[in-house]
C-alpha cells in the first residue's frame, strides 16, 4: 500500500497541471503529438523496467501458490498429526487424544502405515519401489475436516476388505493399471496380492506422505501391514525391519488453509495430552509445508528481483537518456519561453506532467507484459520441475495486488527519475538556452552542491561504520561515496579530469579488492550485496571510460576511414554525460548475463570432480523399504556388483546454536566397509587429524563425532548465514526414546548428493535412535564403472520385494547439476528483458540523434559526405557505444564471478575451478550487437537519405 | 508553381556573382540547384564540362567535395568538432592523411585570422569567429567555387564588413565565388550582380561598382 500512495503523490501535482493548467496541459499534448514516434520511444524504455519488476513478483505469487498447493494435495485436512513407530500404543494415543476436544479443532483420525513396494503381476512388471501402504477406516476418513473432496476419499466406497486395495491415482498412471488389476505388495519379507477396486484423486489423505513428489498411497484393509510384520520370514529380517507406524491425525477449524492459524496452539495441546504415551512425535505439518511455501515463494521473488534490478536500473538510465535528450532539443523554445514569463517550477511541471503522461501509460503496458513474462516463466519452470521427481506442479497464479504493486513500483521508479530529470534541466540560463550555448563549468562548489558534498560524506563514514557492523553492502558503498565526496571535493578545486578519474579508479580498485582486502568480513555475503558490487563498479567502470576515452581514441586510418571513426566518436567523446548513461545502461545487462553464464558454467563444470570426492570408490546407491531392508547378502548376489557397504538411517531432530527449533534432518551410520575402497572428501577437518582417513576412522568409533554438510541444518536457500564449523557441537534428539546426545563436528564435506546428512559410526547411530533406525541403504561398488547404470538397473529390477531403488552416484549428481543449469537458463532468459532495454535503448538515442543532427547531416551530405558515409558513421557511432558496453560488462561480470565463487562462500564452499564459458560469452557478446546494429540501421539510413538543401533550407 | 524559371546564366572563372533579390523569390534554390544540392525538374547545369544533374546522387556528392566549398548564413558547423576538425573534414573526404590534412587546415585556420583559436569547439566561438572557420572549411580543399548563402546575414554590421573582406580577398587569389544576399552593401562589390524577382533573372549586369 505504501508505494501505492508514493505512486499517487508524484502522480498528483501532474494531474492537477493537467486538469487545472490549460497553458502546461497545452504544452504537455502538443510535444506528444509533435512527435509520436519519439513518445513511443520514450514509452518502450521505461515499459520494460515495469514488466521486469511485475514478472519478479508474479514469480514469486506463482511458486508461492504452487508449493502451497502442495499442502492441499498431500495434507488435505490434516493440519498436525501424532506420530508413533509400532501400533501398541495407538489405541492409548487416540483415547488420549480424544479425552476431551482439542479447542479450535473439528476432527481426528487414526491410521497406521508402512512403506511397502509395489509391482504389477504381469509378464512386464512395472513397480514402485517406495509407495506408502496405509490402513484407514473411510467412512471416518471422509468425515475428517467436514471436506469429504479434500480428502481424497469422497468417491473411494467403503474401506477395502482383505485382498483389496484403493490406489492414488499418481501410482495408477504410473502402473498403467486401473480397477480390477491384481498389485502385488512388497513387505517384511512376504508379499501380498490385493485387487485394485478404485482409484482415488491424489489429494488430501490420498497425498499424504509424498512431501511433494507423486503420491503412492495404496490403502488396504485393516490388520493386513501387522499381519504382514508378523510373518516375516526369519528373525533377523524381522529385526533389521522397522515396524508398521501408527498415527493420529487432527484437523483444525476452517478449511484447507485458514485452519492453519490454530496449528501452534493445537500442537501445543496435543503435545500436553501426549505425554504419557511414550515415542509420540507431534508435528505441525500443514504449518511447515505452508510456511517453507511462504519461504520458497520469497526466496524465489527476491532472486528475481535481484537479478532484474540490473534491467530495472538499466531502464531508468535510459529514461533519464531520453529525457536529458528532449529537454535538449527543446533547450532554445525553453529559454524563450523562461523569457516570456514561465516560472523555474512551471517547467518543472510542464516537464512533469508530460513525462507522467508517459510513465502511466508505460506502467500500465509494463504491468500487464509482466504479468505475460511471468507467465512464460512459470510454462519454463514447469519444464524444470517436471524433469525432477518434485510433484510441485508449478501452476502459474497472480493476485491483483501483485499487479498493482508492480504497476506502481514502475510508476514510482519512472515518476521519480521524470521529476528529478525535470528539476535538474529547469535549471538553464535563458540567454544561454535561447542562444543554444553550452552551460559553463562551475567553478566553484555554491552552498547547495557543498551541502550535498558534505551529505555524501557522513552518509559515507556512516555506511562505512556499518559495513564494519556487519553489513557487507555498506562495506562496499561506505567507502565508495567517501571516495566520490573526497573526488568531488578536490574537482571543485581544481576543475579537470584528473580528480574524478582518480576517483573512479580508487572506488574500482575498492570493490574488487574487497573481498580479498576485507576478506573474513565478505564472507556469507548474500546476493544482494553482488548486485550492490556490480552497480558500483559498473558505474566507476564507465565514469572512468567516459573521462578518458579520448586519450585511447586514435585515428591512424586514412582517408574516408580515418572520416567514418572520425564522425562515430566524435559525438559519444563530447557528449560524456549522454555516452556515460547509454554505457552504463548496456553494461550492466551485459556484466549480470556474463556473471550468470560464469557462474553456471562453473557449477556444470565441478561435476567429475564432484563424483570421485563424495564417492569413496562406489559407484551406486541403493535404497530399500524400511519394512524389508536389503541384506549384504543379496545384494552379493547381483551381477556385477563387487563390494558394498551398508548404510544405518534414521531421521532424527536437531538443534544448535544458531538452531535452536527441532529440526529433522536424515543421519547415516557407516561401518569401516565404508573405507575400504577410498574416502569421502572432506572440506575441513579438524586440526588434530592429519588426513581426511583418520577423521572418518574415529568417527566410525567415537560416538561423540560426526561429519556433517556444509549446508547442514541449513533452511535458507541461497548464501549461508549459518554453518556448523569444525569444532562446533550440535544436539541429536530422538523424538521416539526421547533420548539426546550432544555431537562434535570432525569434519565438513562439500554438498551433500546421496543426503547422508550427519555422518556418524553404525553403533553411534543404533545407540541413539535404536529400532528407528535401519540399514535400508547400501553403497554399491561394480566391477566395471561404465557398467554403473546396467548393474543399478539390475537391482532395482531383480529386488523389487525389497522396495530396491538403485541410482548411480554419477546419475544423481548429474541431476542435480541439470536441474541447477536450467534454472540459470532461466534466469538467463528473464535478464533477456534487460537486453531488450539495452538494445531498445540504443536505437531509441540513436533515432533521436537523427533528429537533433539533422542540419549538421546536411551540411555533410553538402560538402561531399557520400550517402554511404553517413549510414556508417551512424553504424559505427552504435558499434562504439554497444562495443565498448559489452566489453566492460564482460570483462567485470568475470571479475565479480570471480570474487563470488573464488573467494566469497555465499554460494557454498565447495571447492570450484574458475571457467570461462567462451562459448556462451560469444553468443553474449556478439548476438546483442548485431542486434544493436540492426536497431540502428533503420535510424541510420533515415540520416543518409536526408535531403541537403530542404535540411538547410529548414534550419534557416 | 515553380521556384525557378527560364534561369539562364553563366560564371566564369574567377568571377564574383552576386545574387540579389527580396526574400522568398529564388535566391537559395538558384544557389542550390546550381550547386547540385537540389535537384532540378528541367535543364541542364555544367561545371566546366561535367553535366551536374545527369550524374547520380554519389557522383554529385563526389564532385562537390571535389569541386565546390560552401558558407551557410548559419555557418552550419559540426558542434562536437574543434575549429581545426570542421576545416579538415573536407580534406579527409579527399583521402588526404590526418597528418597532411591537420597541416593543411592549420593553415588555412591561420589565414583567416584563428590560428589561436584550432581547439576551440564553435559554442565557444562568436559568430564572426564561426563564419570564418565556415569560409577556411570551404577554401580548404581549394574547390573550384565557392557557394556563400547570406553569409554576413547573422552578423553585426562590423563583423560582417570583416567576413565580408574575408570573402573578397578569397576572391581576390583567384577563387570564383557566387554569393547570395540581399544586402546592397555586399552587392556592390560583385564583379556581376544578378537579381531574382519571382523566379526568374530579372537582371545580370557588371558591377555596380
Given at each position: 500500500?505504501?508505494?501505492?500512495?508514493?505512486?499517487?503523490?508524484?502522480?498528483?501535482?501532474?494531474?492537477?497541471?493537467?486538469?487545472?493548467?490549460?497553458?502546461?496541459?497545452?504544452?504537455?499534448?502538443?510535444?506528444?503529438?509533435?512527435?509520436?514516434?519519439e513518445?513511443?520511444?520514450?514509452?518502450?524504455?521505461?515499459?520494460?523496467?515495469?514488466?521486469?519488476?511485475?514478472?519478479?513478483?508474479?514469480?514469486?505469487?506463482?511458486?508461492?501458490?504452487?508449493?502451497?498447493?502442495?499442502?492441499?494435495?498431500?495434507?488435505?485436512?490434516?493440519?498436525?498429526?501424532?506420530?508413533?513407530?509400532?501400533?501398541?500404543?495407538?489405541?492409548?494415543?487416540?483415547?488420549?487424544?480424544?479425552?476431551?476436544?482439542?479447542?479450535?479443532?473439528?476432527?481426528?483420525?487414526?491410521?497406521?502405515?508402512?512403506?511397502?513396494?509395489?509391482?504389477?503381476?504381469?509378464?512386464?512388471r512395472?513397480a514402485?519401489?517406495?509407495?506408502?501402504?496405509?490402513?484407514v477406516d473411510?467412512?471416518?476418513?471422509?468425515?475428517?475436516?467436514?471436506?469429504?473432496?479434500?480428502?481424497?476419499?469422497?468417491n473411494?466406497?467403503?474401506?477395502?476388505?482383505?485382498?483389496?486395495?484403493?490406489?492414488?491415482?499418481?501410482?495408477a498412471?504410473?502402473?498403467?493399471?486401473?480397477?480390477?488389476?491384481?498389485?502385488?505388495?512388497?513387505?517384511?519379507?512376504?508379499?501380498?496380492?490385493?485387487?485394485?477396486?478404485?482409484?482415488?484423486?491424489?489429494?488430501?489423505l490420498?497425498?499424504?506422505?509424498?512431501?511433494?513428489?507423486?503420491?503412492?498411497?495404496?490403502?488396504?484393509?485393516?490388520?493386513?501391514?501387522?499381519?504382514?510384520?508378523?510373518?516375516?520370514?526369519?528373525?533377523?529380517?524381522?529385526?533389521?525391519?522397522?515396524?508398521?507406524?501408527?498415527?493420529?491425525?487432527?484437523?483444525?477449524s476452517?478449511?484447507?488453509?485458514?485452519?492453519?492459524?490454530y496449528?501452534?496452539?493445537?500442537?501445543?495441546?496435543?503435545?500436553?495430552?501426549?505425554?504419557?504415551?511414550?515415542?509420540?512425535?507431534?508435528?505441525?505439518?500443514?504449518?511447515?509445508?505452508?510456511?517453507?511455501?511462504?519461504?520458497?515463494?520469497?526466496?524465489?521473488?527476491?532472486?528475481?528481483?535481484?537479478?532484474?534490478?540490473?534491467?530495472?536500473?538499466?531502464?531508468?538510465?535510459?529514461?533519464?537518456?531520453?529525457?536529458?535528450?528532449?529537454?535538449?532539443?527543446r533547450?532554445?523554445?525553453?529559454?524563450?519561453?523562461?523569457?516570456?514569463?514561465?516560472?523555474?517550477?512551471?517547467?518543472?511541471?510542464?516537464f512533469?506532467?508530460?513525462?507522467?503522461?508517459?510513465?502511466?501509460?508505460?506502467?500500465?503496458?509494463?504491468?500487464a507484459?509482466?504479468?505475460?513474462?511471468?507467465?512464460?516463466?512459470?510454462?519454463?519452470?514447469?519444464?524444470?520441475?517436471?524433469?525432477?521427481d518434485?510433484?510441485?506442479?508449478?501452476?502459474?497464479?497472480?493476485?491483483?495486488?501483485?499487479?498493482?504493486?508492480?504497476?506502481?513500483?514502475?510508476?514510482?521508479?519512472?515518476?521519480?527519475?521524470?521529476?528529478?530529470?525535470?528539476?535538474?534541466?529547469?535549471s538553464?540560463n535563458?540567454?544561454?538556452?535561447?542562444?543554444?550555448?553550452?552551460?559553463?563549468?562551475?567553478?566553484?562548489l555554491?552552498r547547495?552542491?557543498?551541502?550535498?558534498?558534505?551529505?555524501?560524506?557522513?552518509?559515507?563514514?556512516?555506511?562505512?561504520?556499518?559495513?564494519?557492523?556487519?553489513?557487507?553492502?555498506a562495506?562496499?558503498?561506505?567507502?565508495?561515496?567517501?571516495?566520490?565526496?573526497?573526488?568531488?571535493?578536490?574537482?571543485?578545486r581544481?576543475?579537470?579530469?584528473?580528480?574524478?578519474s582518480?576517483?573512479?579508479l580508487?572506488?574500482?580498485?575498492?570493490?574488487?579488492?574487497?573481498?580479498?582486502?576485507v576478506?573474513?568480513?565478505?564472507?556469507d555475503?548474500?546476493?544482494?550485496?553482488?548486485?550492490?558490487?556490480?552497480?558500483?563498479?559498473?558505474?566507476?567502470?564507465?565514469?572512468?571510460?567516459?573521462?578518458?576515452?579520448?586519450?585511447?581514441?586514435?585515428?591512424s586510418?586514412?582517408?574516408?576511414?580515418?572520416?567514418?571513426?572520425?564522425?562515430?566518436?566524435?559525438?559519444?567523446?563530447?557528449?560524456?554525460?549522454?555516452?556515460?548513461?547509454?554505457?552504463?545502461?548496456?553494461?550492466l545487462?551485459?556484466?549480470?548475463?556474463?556473471?550468470?553464464?560464469t557462474?553456471?558454467?562453473?557449477?556444470?563444470?565441478?561435476?567429475?570432480?564432484?563424483?570421485?570426492?563424495?564417492?569413496?570408490?562406489?559407484?551406486?546407491?541403493?535404497?530399500?523399504?524400511?519394512?524389508?531392508?536389503?541384506?549384504?547378502?543379496?545384494?552379493?548376489?547381483?551381477?556385477?556388483?563387487?563390494?558394498?557397504?551398508?548404510?544405518r538411517?534414521?531421521?532424527?531432530?536437531?538443534?544448535?546454536?544458531?538452531?535452536?527449533?527441532?529440526l529433522?534432518?536424515?543421519?547415516?551410520?557407516?561401518?569401516?566397509?565404508?573405507?575400504?575402497?577410498?574416502v569421502?572428501?572432506?572440506?575441513?577437518?579438524?586440526p588434530?587429524?592429519?588426513?581426511?582417513?583418520?577423521?572418518?576412522?574415529?568417527?566410525?568409533t567415537?560416538?561423540?563425532?560426526?561429519?556433517?554438510?556444509?549446508?547442514?541444518?541449513?533452511v535458507?536457500?541461497?548464501?549461508v548465514?549459518?554453518?556448523?564449523?569444525?569444532?562446533?557441537?550440535?544436539?541429536?534428539y530422538?523424538?521416539?526414546?526421547?533420548?539426546?546426545?550432544?555431537?562434535?563436528?570432525?569434519?565438513?564435506?562439500a554438498?551433500?548428493?546421496?543426503?547422508?546428512?550427519?555422518?556418524?559410526?553404525?553403533?553411534?547411530?543404533?545407540?541413539?535412535?535404536?529400532p528407528?533406525?535401519?540399514d535400508?541403504?547400501?553403497?554399491?561398488?561394480?566391477?566395471?564403472?561404465?557398467?554403473?547404470?546396467?548393474?543399478?538397473?539390475?537391482?532395482?529390477?531383480?529386488?523389487?520385494?525389497?522396495?530396491?531403488?538403485?541410482r548411480?552416484?554419477?546419475?544423481?549428481?548429474d541431476?542435480?547439476?541439470?536441474?541447477?543449469?536450467?534454472?540459470?537458463?532461466?534466469?538467463?532468459?528473464?535478464?533477456?528483458?534487460?537486453?531488450?532495454i539495452?538494445?531498445?535503448?540504443?536505437?531509441?538515442?540513436?533515432?533521436?540523434?537523427?533528429?537533433?543532427?539533422?542540419?549538421?547531416?546536411?551540411?555533410?551530405?553538402?560538402?561531399?559526405?557520400?550517402?554511404?558515409?553517413?549510414r556508417?558513421?551512424?553504424?559505427?557511432?552504435?558499434?562504439i557505444?554497444?562495443?565498448?558496453?559489452?566489453?566492460?560488462?564482460?570483462?567485470l561480470?568475470?571479475?565479480?564471478?570471480?570474487?563470488?565463487l573464488?573467494?566469497?562462500?555465499?554460494?557454498?564452499?565447495?571447492?570450484?575451478?574458475?571457467?570461462?564459458?567462451?562459448?556462451t560469452?560469444?553468443?553474449?557478446?556478439v548476438?546483442?550487437?548485431?542486434?544493436?546494429?540492426?536497431?540502428?540501421?533503420?535510424?541510420?539510413?533515415?540520416?543518409?537519405?536526408?535531403?541537403?538543401?530542404?535540411?538547410?533550407?529548414?534550419?534557416? | 508553381?515553380?521556384?525557378?524559371?527560364?534561369v539562364?546564366?553563366?560564371?566564369?572563372?574567377?568571377?564574383l556573382?552576386?545574387?540579389?533579390?527580396?526574400?522568398?523569390?529564388?535566391?537559395?534554390?538558384?544557389?542550390?540547384?546550381?550547386?547540385?544540392?537540389?535537384?532540378?525538374?528541367?535543364?541542364?547545369?555544367?561545371?566546366?564540362?561535367?553535366?551536374?544533374?545527369?550524374?547520380?546522387?554519389?557522383?554529385?556528392t563526389?564532385?562537390?567535395?571535389?569541386?565546390?566549398?560552401?558558407?551557410?548564413?548559419?555557418?552550419?558547423?559540426?558542434?562536437?568538432?574543434?575549429a581545426?576538425?570542421?576545416?579538415?573534414?573536407?580534406l579527409?573526404?579527399?583521402?588526404?592523411?590526418p597528418?597532411?590534412?591537420?597541416?593543411?587546415?592549420?593553415?588555412?585556420?591561420?589565414?583567416?585570422?584563428?590560428?589561436?583559436?584550432?581547439?576551440?569547439?564553435?559554442?565557444?566561438?562568436?559568430?564572426?569567429?564561426?563564419?570564418?572557420?565556415?569560409?577556411?572549411?570551404?577554401?580548404?580543399?581549394?574547390?573550384?567555387?565557392?557557394?556563400?548563402?547570406?553569409?554576413?546575414?547573422?552578423?553585426?554590421?562590423?563583423?560582417?564588413?570583416?567576413?565580408?573582406e574575408?570573402?573578397?580577398?578569397?576572391?581576390?587569389?583567384?577563387?570564383t565565388?557566387?554569393?547570395?544576399?540581399?544586402?546592397?552593401?555586399?552587392?556592390?562589390?560583385?564583379?556581376?550582380?544578378?537579381?531574382?524577382?519571382?523566379?526568374?533573372v530579372?537582371?545580370?549586369?557588371?558591377?555596380?561598382?
Amino acid at each position: 500500500m505504501i508505494i501505492l500512495v508514493v505512486a499517487l503523490l508524484l502522480l498528483a501535482p501532474a494531474v492537477f497541471d493537467l486538469c487545472r493548467r490549460p497553458v502546461l496541459r497545452r504544452l504537455a499534448f502538443r510535444n506528444l503529438r509533435r512527435r509520436p514516434t519519439e513518445a513511443m520511444l520514450v514509452v518502450l524504455g521505461s515499459l520494460l523496467g515495469t514488466a521486469i519488476i511485475t514478472a519478479s513478483l508474479v514469480v514469486g505469487d506463482t511458486l508461492d501458490a504452487s508449493v502451497r498447493d502442495i499442502a492441499r494435495v498431500s495434507q488435505g485436512p490434516i493440519d498436525e498429526q501424532a506420530r508413533l513407530v509400532g501400533t501398541d500404543h495407538l489405541g492409548d494415543l487416540e483415547s488420549t487424544l480424544r479425552t476431551s476436544v482439542i479447542p479450535h479443532t473439528d476432527g481426528l483420525l487414526r491410521a497406521v502405515w508402512a512403506p511397502v513396494a509395489v509391482a504389477t503381476t504381469d509378464a512386464i512388471r512395472r513397480a514402485e519401489p517406495k509407495a506408502v501402504a496405509v490402513e484407514v477406516d473411510f467412512d471416518a476418513a471422509r468425515q475428517f475436516g467436514g471436506d469429504p473432496p479434500a480428502t481424497g476419499l469422497a468417491n473411494a466406497g467403503v474401506t477395502p476388505n482383505p485382498g483389496e486395495a484403493v490406489i492414488a491415482s499418481d501410482l495408477a498412471e504410473q502402473l498403467k493399471v486401473g480397477p480390477g488389476a491384481p498389485l502385488q505388495l512388497f513387505a517384511y519379507g512376504t508379499s501380498l496380492v490385493v485387487t485394485v477396486q478404485k482409484v482415488v484423486p491424489s489429494v488430501g489423505l490420498v497425498g499424504w506422505g509424498s512431501d511433494g513428489s507423486r503420491a503412492t498411497t495404496v490403502f488396504v484393509a485393516p490388520g493386513v501391514l501387522e499381519a504382514m510384520a508378523a510373518s516375516t520370514p526369519s528373525a533377523a529380517a524381522a529385526a533389521a525391519a522397522s515396524p508398521p507406524n501408527a498415527v493420529v491425525w487432527v484437523s483444525n477449524s476452517g478449511g484447507v488453509f485458514s485452519g492453519v492459524r490454530y496449528s501452534h496452539e493445537v500442537a501445543m495441546a496435543m503435545a500436553s495430552r501426549v505425554t504419557a504415551v511414550p515415542g509420540t512425535e507431534v508435528t505441525e505439518v500443514k504449518h511447515d509445508t505452508l510456511d517453507d511455501a511462504v519461504r520458497a515463494g520469497r526466496n524465489f521473488t527476491q532472486l528475481f528481483s535481484s537479478i532484474g534490478s540490473f534491467a530495472v536500473i538499466a531502464g531508468v538510465l535510459l529514461l533519464v537518456n531520453i529525457f536529458v535528450m528532449l529537454s535538449e532539443e527543446r533547450k532554445t523554445e525553453l529559454g524563450v519561453l523562461r523569457a516570456v514569463g514561465l516560472k523555474r517550477r512551471h517547467l518543472v511541471r510542464s516537464f512533469g506532467a508530460e513525462g507522467s503522461i508517459y510513465a502511466v501509460v508505460a506502467a500500465a503496458v509494463g504491468a500487464a507484459l509482466g504479468v505475460v513474462v511471468g507467465a512464460v516463466i512459470a510454462l519454463v519452470t514447469r519444464g524444470l520441475a517436471s524433469g525432477s521427481d518434485t510433484r510441485v506442479v508449478v501452476r502459474f497464479a497472480v493476485n491483483a495486488s501483485t499487479v498493482r504493486d508492480g504497476l506502481c513500483a514502475g510508476l514510482v521508479i519512472s515518476l521519480g527519475t521524470i521529476w528529478l530529470t525535470s528539476i535538474r534541466l529547469a535549471s538553464l540560463n535563458v540567454i544561454r538556452a535561447i542562444r543554444d550555448q553550452p552551460e559553463p563549468p562551475r567553478r566553484s562548489l555554491g552552498r547547495r552542491r557543498g551541502t550535498a558534498l558534505v551529505a555524501t560524506l557522513a552518509v559515507g563514514i556512516a555506511l562505512v561504520i556499518a559495513g564494519f557492523s556487519g553489513s557487507q553492502s555498506a562495506l562496499l558503498l561506505g567507502p565508495s561515496l567517501v571516495i566520490v565526496a573526497l573526488a568531488w571535493f578536490a574537482y571543485s578545486r581544481r576543475p579537470g579530469r584528473l580528480a574524478p578519474s582518480l576517483g573512479a579508479l580508487a572506488v574500482l580498485v575498492w570493490c574488487i579488492g574487497s573481498v580479498w582486502i576485507v576478506r573474513d568480513r565478505m564472507r556469507d555475503a548474500p546476493l544482494s550485496t553482488f548486485v550492490v558490487d556490480g552497480l558500483i563498479l559498473v558505474g566507476s567502470a564507465v565514469t572512468l571510460l567516459v573521462l578518458n576515452a579520448d586519450l585511447l581514441a586514435t585515428v591512424s586510418t586514412r582517408g574516408k576511414a580515418a572520416l567514418t571513426a572520425r564522425l562515430a566518436s566524435a559525438y559519444p567523446l563530447v557528449r560524456r554525460y549522454r555516452t556515460g548513461l547509454l554505457l552504463g545502461m548496456y553494461s550492466l545487462v551485459i556484466f549480470t548475463l556474463t556473471f550468470l553464464a560464469t557462474f553456471s558454467a562453473m557449477l556444470s563444470a565441478q561435476g567429475p570432480d564432484l563424483l570421485a570426492s563424495t564417492s569413496a570408490g562406489y559407484s551406486v546407491v541403493v535404497d530399500s523399504s524400511p519394512t524389508n531392508p536389503l541384506t549384504a547378502e543379496t545384494l552379493r548376489s547381483v551381477e556385477g556388483v563387487s563390494g558394498l557397504s551398508i548404510v544405518r538411517r534414521g531421521s532424527p531432530d536437531f538443534t544448535t546454536d544458531w538452531q535452536p527449533e527441532r529440526l529433522s534432518w536424515p543421519m547415516s551410520g557407516f561401518d569401516h566397509s565404508v573405507l575400504d575402497r577410498g574416502v569421502i572428501r572432506l572440506q575441513s577437518r579438524s586440526p588434530q587429524f592429519p588426513d581426511d582417513r583418520t577423521v572418518w576412522e574415529a568417527v566410525l568409533t567415537d560416538p561423540s563425532l560426526a561429519v556433517v554438510p556444509d549446508y547442514f541444518l541449513r533452511v535458507n536457500t541461497g548464501p549461508v548465514s549459518h554453518r556448523l564449523e569444525v569444532g562446533d557441537v550440535f544436539q541429536v534428539y530422538d523424538r521416539l526414546t526421547g533420548s539426546t546426545r550432544q555431537l562434535k563436528v570432525a569434519g565438513v564435506v562439500a554438498g551433500d548428493w546421496a543426503a547422508y546428512g550427519a555422518m556418524v559410526g553404525k553403533d553411534s547411530i543404533t545407540s541413539l535412535l535404536g529400532p528407528a533406525a535401519v540399514d535400508n541403504r547400501a553403497l554399491v561398488a561394480v566391477d566395471k564403472p561404465r557398467d554403473a547404470d546396467v548393474v543399478a538397473d539390475r537391482i532395482t529390477g531383480s529386488l523389487l520385494d525389497h522396495g530396491a531403488d538403485a541410482r548411480t552416484l554419477r546419475g544423481i549428481i548429474d541431476d542435480g547439476l541439470s536441474t541447477q543449469a536450467g534454472f540459470f537458463r532461466l534466469m538467463e532468459g528473464f535478464l533477456g528483458l534487460g537486453l531488450i532495454i539495452g538494445i531498445a535503448g540504443l536505437g531509441v538515442v540513436m533515432v533521436r540523434a537523427v533528429r537533433e543532427r539533422r542540419r549538421q547531416i546536411a551540411m555533410l551530405r553538402a560538402i561531399g559526405v557520400p550517402v554511404d558515409g553517413v549510414r556508417r558513421a551512424f553504424l559505427a557511432e552504435a558499434g562504439i557505444v554497444a562495443v565498448a558496453g559489452t566489453l566492460l560488462g564482460i570483462g567485470l561480470g568475470l571479475i565479480t564471478a570471480y570474487q563470488v565463487l573464488m573467494v566469497s562462500t555465499t554460494f557454498g564452499t565447495m571447492p570450484l575451478d574458475f571457467v570461462v564459458p567462451w562459448a556462451t560469452l560469444f553468443v553474449i557478446a556478439v548476438a546483442p550487437l548485431a542486434a544493436s546494429l540492426v536497431a540502428t540501421n533503420v535510424p541510420a539510413r533515415r540520416a543518409s537519405l536526408i535531403p541537403p538543401a530542404a535540411a538547410l533550407r529548414i534550419a534557416d | 508553381m515553380g521556384a525557378l524559371r527560364g534561369v539562364d546564366l553563366e560564371v566564369y572563372p574567377g568571377e564574383l556573382v552576386v545574387v540579389m533579390g527580396p526574400s522568398g523569390n529564388g535566391k537559395t534554390t538558384l544557389l542550390n540547384c546550381l550547386s547540385g544540392l537540389d535537384d532540378i525538374d528541367a535543364g541542364t547545369v555544367f561545371i566546366d564540362d561535367f553535366d551536374l544533374h545527369a550524374a547520380d546522387d554519389a557522383t554529385r556528392t563526389e564532385h562537390r567535395a571535389r569541386r565546390m566549398g560552401f558558407v551557410f548564413q548559419s555557418y552550419n558547423l559540426i558542434p562536437v568538432f574543434s575549429a581545426v576538425e570542421n576545416v579538415e573534414l573536407p580534406l579527409l573526404l579527399l583521402g588526404r592523411k590526418p597528418a597532411v590534412a591537420r597541416k593543411m587546415a592549420t593553415a588555412m585556420l591561420d589565414r583567416v585570422g584563428l590560428g589561436a583559436r584550432l581547439g576551440n569547439r564553435p559554442g565557444a566561438l562568436s559568430g564572426g569567429e564561426q563564419q570564418r572557420v565556415a569560409i577556411a572549411r570551404a577554401l580548404v580543399a581549394s574547390p573550384a567555387i565557392v557557394w556563400a548563402d547570406e553569409p554576413t546575414g547573422n552578423l553585426d554590421a562590423e563583423t560582417a564588413e570583416a567576413v565580408l573582406e574575408l570573402l573578397l580577398e578569397v576572391h581576390r587569389d583567384g577563387n570564383t565565388l557566387v554569393l547570395v544576399t540581399h544586402d546592397r552593401d555586399v552587392g556592390i562589390w560583385a564583379s556581376r550582380l544578378v537579381r531574382i524577382v519571382n523566379g526568374r533573372v530579372a537582371a545580370d549586369e557588371a558591377s555596380l561598382r
